[in-house]
């Protein structure tokens, strides 16, 4: 009699488990198959984040553009503590000089391509508005250089004189990071692309701030 029981509770449990491994094979609805397709994406996606490939496309240039000075700030260029004024101006200008040398077919959009430029001005646009956009162009009028004195233009030299206007926290914060020594500023209406170490526009987007 105990014997029979037992196999009775053995028969039951690998029904039941029979059962369940059935349930579980089921095909999946459409609804529930696209669910867990979209699960599965990631935010570098291009299907769900079409501004991806244009992300990692600036991530890659601005790396390679800090590689090169990197390469270059040695020697004579190599920026050193506890100088006097007068080295570390000399130093200064032999690293100016080798990026101007070794980037001397440099232009406009090898950094900021065409593809790139309408995304950082919608990345910038809703922090121009409202009250934290009145706050943001207040802040670069504030210590923005003389009108006219900064050149636009690839591989010049910032002004040497003239302040470097702060970059808003809002803008900077909607804005890919930089590897040192790049930084970004807003001169005017202008985004620039600053080697801060070496004091040379490397590119620029004309025109971002008229929202």
Known sequence: MKATSLLLVALFVVGCGSKASEHDAQPQTPAEA?????????STDPSINPNAAIMADFKDRVEKYASLHKDLAKGDARQKDAQSAEQVNAQKTALTTKIQT?????????????????VFRRLLAPELKGEGGRDAKAIIKDDAPASGTVPFKVNAKYPEGQPIPTMPPNLLMNLPPLPTPLEYRVVGQHLLLLDTAADLVVDYILNVMTT
């Open 102 to 118: 070794a980037r001397v077919d440099a232009k406009p959009g090898d950094i900021f391509t065409p593809e790139m430029r309408p």
């Open 34 to 42: 696209a669910k867990k397709a979209g699960e599965a994406k990631t």
